[in-house]
């Protein structure tokens, strides 16, 4: 009793000492490395100037963005005295200001803020920039909480991805989300640039490319792609969607993102995701016809001329260290028959496309490479053999990252499963449409880069940081985009920037607050504040009498969507919103879904529940009809039900419930579900049979 009172009076003596911490310094993203507070706040008055020791275009450059964007110019001082109240002090020299965007400790800064002013100090205008980023977080009502800052990012490389072909995004739109990402301290814009959707990026030496290609007949994704008399058109065309950026408009990006002391890296896809390219100059497909391939002639020599021509104007407008050349998902179809692929393949001892695919990288990678620029491609790039100096971008999982990190190569982790923010956030009946995942906020969080068996290992060497990325086939409209963008990319930003992670209740607590300013400030951020979350069933495990027995599967399930293999139906854990997480399997076979459940004995059976996905874009179709049956001996089976799920084929999302109650017998339980077309999929999670509901007790 003693011991506990002498902790209590201790405890308070430590909190009556401590400084509560003014509410903005608790609200910052990403977390710093350190922050401490102390009494009092400085008040910033308006249009107060700056004073640094920069000069030359840092000073320009960093003094437009202060007048602009903050309201207080620059003025110079080449040793910025005590007397000035606000400070940004570069300590390092201009080799290191080069090498900023690759060393996380030169974009390290240390910021004091005290009654009587401001003192950011870094060895580089990126680390002040930084510095600023803070001060601008910490602001509420023109006062900023007295604290001492030191900071430095746990990578150097923290990254967003916009596709920007399969629907086009003004240059006012990337601006907006430009500043977006500096403000949390983002620092790589990966500029998707090309691909089905139309070709967005103006080729002096290839004018075809976006004469005939950066316009399509119309805007709506899949009634576009589905079309199997899809066309691209000239713009001007009526009807016509699309749009391209010309030279001047990516140098005024370029620019503008260089400012903000983000990197843009340009992505021109090869060989595959090059149905524009093949329309445009038909020559440089195996087919030489338009509207039959994907895939350039990787044969031909024309296709590696022309693709360095485009990288040469690519390097002409992008500074990036690295360029990067897709790489992903090639069909390579009809390379097996072209006669010029197959020549090729011959000439290099190549054993397979994938080789020819890796030789045709391993040939672009030497240009660049001849050029002074690294070759990024996405994970693809390393089937076949990868090219001895590329970095890869790990989005089918992280295996691939691992992989290549092990053997030396620098890689940016980018997994599908935690940072395609094209994914649904929130229960999808309720939201715009996405992509048929579900990446809720906390999964966004709660992925690590490095687990910790890898720490020290050359995964944790060779990383160079993490990248979000948001495709854009179901998204056409700004707002939308946003509302995919934030808040997950700030849990991004967090893994990207903070070592000491503060655990996800403290980030959401963060995030609602800047979900808030975002909306204030213009942004459509989906309001966190009003998730529902998960799918109730998925939440607990679902008690019934199959549970554990063993599946019989006359129809098999897809590897890729196997979940937990043969167990999965009979597991008790039912799927949340999404496909792509590991309970929902999925069936594409033309015998549908045809399962035998074992009881171990006769049974009666009282109830039998089956739900089914229904996902119109991503070809989930709730079954034309469900059979159950039962059998005694597991060959004879009598039908006890038939049902016709009539729903929509168009319907955007649902989960159907195939319920049946009756008095039934048989060992053997049969459910089997018939595609209602041929190529589309049937998904479902469990197959409850004799449902155990447990009644609370009384006392
Ligand atoms: C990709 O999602 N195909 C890189
Ligand atoms: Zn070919």
Not at 601 to 627: G, N
């Amino acid at each position: 009793m003693m011991r506990k009172h002498i902790l209590l009076s201790a405890a308070f003596l430590l909190l009556s000492t401590a400084v509560p911490m003014p509410v903005a310094a608790q609200n910052i993203i990403p977390q710093p490395e350190h922050i401490s507070l102390s009494r009092g706040q400085f008040k910033l008055n308006k249009g107060l100037k700056i004073v640094t020791n920069l000069t030359g275009s840092d000073f320009k450059v960093l003094n437009q963005y202060t007048s602009e964007v903050m309201n207080h110019p620059l003025a110079y001082a080449k040793n910025p005295s005590q007397q000035a109240v606000f400070r940004l002090i570069c300590k390092g020299t201009a080799q290191q200001a080069a090498q900023a965007m690759d060393s996380v400790r030169l974009q390290g800064y240390e910021l004091e803020v005290t009654p009587k002013g401001i003192t950011i100090q870094s060895l580089t205008p990126t680390g002040l920039f930084y510095g600023l980023q803070t001060v601008r977080q910490l602001e509420k009502d023109g006062k900023i909480a007295c604290v001492k800052v030191k900071d430095t990012p746990r990578f150097a490389y923290r990254g967003l991805m916009i596709d920007c072909s399969r629907h086009f995004w003004t240059k006012e739109f990337l601006k907006k989300q430009l500043d977006a990402m500096a403000y949390f301290k983002l620092d790589r814009f990966h500029w998707h640039l090309t691909d089905g959707g139309g070709w967005r990026m103006e080729v002096k030496q290839y004018p075809r490319l976006t004469a005939e290609t950066a316009y399509r007949t119309q805007s709506d994704w899949t009634c576009w792609w589905m079309d199997k008399d899809r066309r691209y058109c000239p713009a001007g065309t009526p009807g016509a969607y699309g749009g391209y950026y010309t030279q001047e408009d990516i140098k005024d990006i370029v620019r503008y993102a260089a400012a903000r002391h983000i990197e843009i890296i340009p992505e021109i896809e090869m060989p595959g995701h090059s149905d524009e390219v093949v329309f445009a100059y038909p020559e440089l497909s195996c087919t030489g016809k338009p509207y039959t391939q994907s895939d350039l002639c990787v044969g031909k020599e024309a296709t590696y001329t022309f693709m360095e021509n485009v990288l040469k104007e690519v390097m002409e407008l992008f500074p990036s260290k690295y360029i990067h050349i897709g790489g992903d998902e090639a069909e390579r179809r009809t390379w097996k028959t072209c006669p010029d692929c197959q020549r090729m393949m011959k000439e290099n001892h190549l054993k397979d496309v994938a080789e020819l695919q890796s030789h045709f990288t391993h040939r672009m990678e030497q240009f660049l490479n001849r050029n002074g620029r690294k070759l990024l491609g996405w994970d693809e790039i390393m089937e076949g053999k990868l090219a001895p100096n590329a970095a890869v971008m790990s989005w089918r999982g992280t295996e691939a990252g691992i992989e290549a990190a092990t053997s030396k190569h620098h890689v940016v982790m980018a997994p599908q499963q935690f940072y395609y923010l094209n994914m649904y956030q929130d229960n999808p009946m309720e939201q715009p449409k996405a992509q048929g995942g579900y990446t809720r906020l906390d999964k966004t969080y709660n992925y690590e880069p490095i687990p910790a068996k890898y720490k020290g290992t050359n995964l944790e060497k060779y990383m160079d940081g993490v990248q979000a990325c948001v495709w854009t086939e179901f998204i056409a409209e700004p707002g939308h985009l946003e509302y995919m963008l934030y808040p997950r990319l700030l849990a991004l930003a967090e893994t990207g920037w903070t070592k000491q992670r503060t655990g996800y209740d403290n980030f959401c607590r963060r995030a609602v607050v800047n979900v808030d300013r975002l909306r204030r400030a213009g942004y459509n951020a989906f309001d966190l504040s009003k998730e529902k979350g998960s799918r109730i069933e998925s939440r607990s495990i679902t008690q019934h009498e199959a549970m554990g027995r063993p599946v019989t599967y006359l129809g098999r399930y897809a590897e890729k969507y196997r979940a937990e293999g043969d167990s999965t139906l009979t597991n008790g854990l039912r799927g949340d919103w999404g496909y792509l997480e590991g309970r929902w399997q999925g069936f594409i076979d033309s015998t549908g879904m045809d399962v035998v459940v074992d009881m171990g004995k006769l049974t009666e059976i009282r109830d039998v529940e089956v739900d089914f996905m229904h996902q119109y874009d991503a070809v989930i179709y709730a079954p034309a009809s469900v059979e159950l049956m039962v059998s005694d001996d597991g060959k004879n089976y009598k039908t006890i039900d038939t049902a016709q799920p009539g729903v929509k084929t168009k319907e955007a999302y649902l989960v159907y419930p195939y319920r049946w109650k009756g008095n039934a017998k048989g060992r053997y339980v049969r459910v089997r579900a018939l595609s209602r077309e041929k190529d589309a999929w049937i998904f479902t999670d469990e197959v409850i049979v004799n449902r155990i509901i447990r009644s609370c007790g009384k006392g």
